[in-house]
């Protein structure tokens, strides 16, 4: 599987909801392996070009598949992180996220979860959910932040438009 980079139209597209859990065994040790290979700790499926609404994630206790997922409840608190993203190598910024969310999903199988992530791992979450709105965690920082990361954001345009000639 090959990461989409930024500005390729696939990253910006709200992702279906997922009916096919045949298709998501199928291809999770494919998927698994390309996060870990890019040493990533999340990846959405938008990001290998797969518009539907699962990611992967591993915040150090193992690999999970999260399929459908959909935020129930949330902290009043938000907290500032470091932030990069696969499909945006190179950058990184500090994002404010909520502490702590409850997220209801299901598992490659279809099993429904409700699930508490709290720090690092709300973050992963968070991060790789916006994925599937088309929302990059650059679309969070301030407008004054955003243009000085104007020239490295063009320069992954570019990379990503001779990749594709």
Known sequence: MKIRLFGDPILRKKAKEVSDFDYIQ???EEF???MYLDDGVGLAAPQ????LRFFAMDDGNGPMIIVNPEII???EE???GEEG???LPGIFADVLRYKWIKLRYQDEYGKIHEQLFEGYSARIVQHERDHLDGILFIDHLPTNIRKQLAPELAK???MRLEETK
């Open 26 to 28: 199928s291809i999770k």
């Open 32 to 34: 698994l392996k390309t």
């Open 48 to 51: 290998v070009g797969i518009s």
């Open 73 to 75: 409840d949330h902290s």
């Open 78 to 80: 938000k907290e500032l």
């Open 85 to 87: 993203c696969l499909s």
């Open 156 to 158: 992954i345009s570019k």
